[in-house]
Every structure is written in C-alpha cells, then in structure tokens.
DNA sequence: CTTTGGAGTTGATCTGAATCAAAGCAAGAC
DNA sequence: GTCTTGCTTTGATTCAGATCAACTCCAAAG
C-alpha cells in the first residue's frame, strides 16, 4: 500500500473518516483544520441523502449505517451501483452535483465536509489524496467484481455472491475464521437486494427459499441469515477465489 | 475540475500520459524525472498485456489503440470490465499482480513507467496523484454507468448505448456536430462485444441485424457502422440524458 | 484457382428469470 | 382483540435471450 497500515493512533473514536480516510498522518495542526469544516448529519432508515442531479456543497464520509447509490431510468427501472459502509466516502471533490440517488438503507450517520474547504485541504495535505485515490481504486475494484456478477452470473450465483461479501465482512468485524456459523444481518430489503443484483425481488425470495431448502442458510427472523457452511456458499458464488489480490 | 484544464502547452506529441495524465503542470525538472523512468510497447491486435494474477512491474497509459480489462470464471464465463482508450491508465500503484486480463483487441503502444519509480514520484509530485484520482473517478463513474447496462438493459439496449458511447467519442474526435451522420469504426468483434456488454455473440448479432433492418444503422464492411440518426440510437439506449453531470 | 479457417449471420428450440397474481406473516394503529 | 400496511413468499405463465446447429462470407495460405 501506498499508505502505511490504518492505525488508530489519533484518538478521537466517533469519526471513520479520521481514522479512515483521512487522518492516518494528520498532525494536530492538519486535524485542527479538518475539524473546522467538519459536522454530522443522520438519517432515519429509508431517507434520502441527496438525489441525483442535486447540487451538493458537501462530501462525507459514512461513520454508522449503510448508505445505497443508485441509478434509475426513466421507466422506473433501478440499479443499486454501490453500497457505502462505515469509513466508506461519498461524493466528488470537484464537482457540485450528485451523480446518483444517495439514500439510506439503515440509520445513518455521516461526518461531512463543507466541500470547498475540503478541496482546498486535499491540495495543501498530499496525504489526504493519496488517500482518497487508494479508497477510489479500492472501489473501482469493488465495481469491476460487480460487472461480473452483473454480466454473467446466474441469480443463485449472484445471491450466494452477495452472501458471501457480507459474510467476510461479518467475520472480518468480529475477528472470528470463516469456518463456524456465521449470522448475517441483512441491511437491504428483498427489492433493494434485486435492485442491487440486477433481479426481480420475487427471483430474490424464490433463490433464498431455494438455499434454505437445501440447507445452505438458515433464516432467523426476515432480515436474518445464518451460514452453516461458509465453503458451500463460497461454492454456489463461483467466485474466482485465486483472484484474492495482495497488495 | 480540481486540475485545470488539460492542455498541450507542453510539447511532446508522442506521449498522452504526458499531455493529459501527468504533465499539465510538471516543469521541465518534474518532466525530465518522468522520463528517466518511462518506455514504449506496442502490442498486436489480439496480443495480451498481462494476465490476471501474474506479476506486473510497470503502470501504463494508452498512447493509440484500445485495451480490454476482462475478468474470467473458472467455467470460462468473461466479462469484459473496461475498455482502455488512448490516454487512459493501466495499473494500480502499491500493487504488483494484475487484477484483471488486460489485452490489446487492436493495434496497441502503451507507454509504461516501471512501478518503484513511479511511485516515489507520485510522492514527491503531488499533482499527479491529484490526476490520478480524477482519472479513477472518471473510470468509477464509467464503471457505474456500465452496472446499468449490465443489470437492467435490455439487449438491444444495450447494443445502442455501446454504439452511443462511440458516436459520442468520434464526434468528439472529429469536433464535430453529433446531428449529420457518424461513422463508427468497432473496436472489437462480436464476440468482445458479447463479453463487453454481458450477452452472447449470437444475440449481439441479431440486435445489430434489427437495428440494421430498421435503418437505424448501415453496416460498412464488417466492423463499421453509420448511424444516419443519432438521436433515434440515443433513444433506443435509453440513457437517462439528463444525468450529464457539469463539473 | 482451391482450400482452409476465422468471423459473422440466421434459424429452431430451450430455459432461467420476468411478469402477473394471490396469499402469508408480523408489527404497529386503533 | 382485529384491521391495516409493508414486506415476503409462493404459484402459474410468459418471454427475452441462451443454446445448439447450419450456413455465408471473405481473406490468407497453399
């Protein structure tokens, strides 16, 4: 990596972005600056950030929740084309519209930037572009996995897939292996999660109800899952898992 | 833009990466540590770059001709992720595996720059990591525009908002009005464009030949196409026009 | 010239997911 | 309690695009 390992060396405890995103170098001089243009702002599951098109004098950075980008036609048809999670950043220096519908698909709490100072601290603190360009490429990865999920996989393929992101991500948090069960919390509805993975919602339901049938999860209220058997879910994704890059 | 606009007030000519990814701003002593470490390769048609997975020791921009990204299933399934354009940048800086297959589907020179070296100058430059996320932002939001196509278009949708992308292209090229008939040179084949668009090599074919039926587009000889109409190809792309985003 | 092979087209058939339609289920409102 | 209401599941049917299979076209090789 171009940037030293994330550390938490800056106590501060409330804000991703300044673990995150930004502060990793920081000085208190540099954190005093961002503190001057920073606040907090939160949404109720289900609300709108901005919609596409909008003017937005802001960028941010995602603190708790979980934030979905989406892109709409005109005939109503949607697609999800990204999915934001704590530390993750939203918006474009440089540029006064959203590019997309931003909406909260749980309680969200993001910690924001007025944006022109915000453009001028990426031009005096290097760091924070370095930054910001290893969080972008990271994302560009994230959507280049999703094109082909989006292009070629079957909607079995695609749900275990989405399963098993969440499912590292849960492991990941909690410290634990991949081996034992893991519990899933789904933060999307049964229509988000088709507008996310190019599907109907009834095609969602019937492949869920289709892997539960045969054992591969079980399910634990609606928002749910637990995974007996990682491997086996790995297994239906058919993810190219030798594709694991080390940075 | 953060940058301002991109210019040629440095004169090479041989080099985009030197007139749009990097050098808008370096002086001559930036200019000279940039070229210590660069040098040309061109590729055939159809010749590959690098493989997925294998070691890569250089970044690259495109100087002339067009680069394919694609990712492959182990059953075979590919989906191409992106199409590299004169100017664009190839490689990740802080990584030394190939993400994706990278291919040259025509004639192809890029012009590479060996990793450590670039880096190191990325630090001590600080504009061109500014370049580089404006490059990668750029790329993110193709990226996302394309999770559209691929999950909610329907194929003949899909072929007319490729060929839009194109027309928009050599309008541009050729600084000309998009109202009079364009003519459209395919970079790939059939087959490519199958894999680009998440189709099959069949259905690419029918959709052309309705479209051809419906005079919508002429075929000239096996990779051109005219588009006597341009409005009538944006409107069967579907493309949510309004969403030109003014940065 | 003929042969060969890669690229493209076209046709017939099949199938996975969409669409249309009807219940089921829980949590909050009254 | 029972009535909404929003989310989810399940069933029947349809259809866009995949699959399988010929066939055409053209350029390069012999």
Redesign the pocket.
């Known amino acids: 990596m171009l940037h030293q390992k994330l550390s938490n060396h800056i106590s501060c405890g409330d804000c991703a972005i300044r673990h995150r995103a930004v502060c990793a170098r920081c000085d208190d001089d540099e954190l005093a600056q961002l503190e001057a243009v920073k606040f907090y702002r939160s949404y109720p599951a289900g609300a709108a950030v901005v919609w596409s098109g909008e003017q937005m004098d802001f960028v941010a950075s995602v603190v708790s929740g979980i934030a979905a980008l989406t892109q709409t036609m005109e005939d109503g048809r949607r697609q999800m084309v990204g999915l934001l999670l704590p530390s993750d950043f939203v918006g474009r220096p440089g540029r006064n519209q959203a590019a997309y519908d931003v909406t909260a698909t749980t309680e969200l709490v993001m910690c924001c930037f007025r944006k022109k100072p915000f453009e001028q601290l990426i031009v005096k603190l290097p760091h924070i572009a370095h930054r910001l360009l290893e969080m972008t490429l990271d994302e560009l990865d994230a959507a280049r996995e999703w094109m082909l999920l989006l292009g070629r996989k ?3 393929e695609k749900i275990a897939s989405f399963l098993c992101i969440l499912a590292r991500r849960e492991a990941a948090l909690h410290m634990k292996s991949v081996g034992s069960t893991i519990l899933i919390e789904l933060p999307l ?3 988000e999660l088709a507008d996310y993975l ?9 492949q ?2 289709a892997l539960r049938r045969e054992g591969v999860l079980n ?1 634990v209220g ?2 749910g899952i637990s995974v007996p058997d990682f491997d086996a879910l790995q297994d239906i994704a058919g993810d190219d898992v030798d594709g694991a890059i080390l940075s």
């Open positions: 079957t909607a079995r509805t049964r229509e190019g599907l109907t919602l009834e095609t969602v339901s019937r869920i109800s399910l609606k928002r």
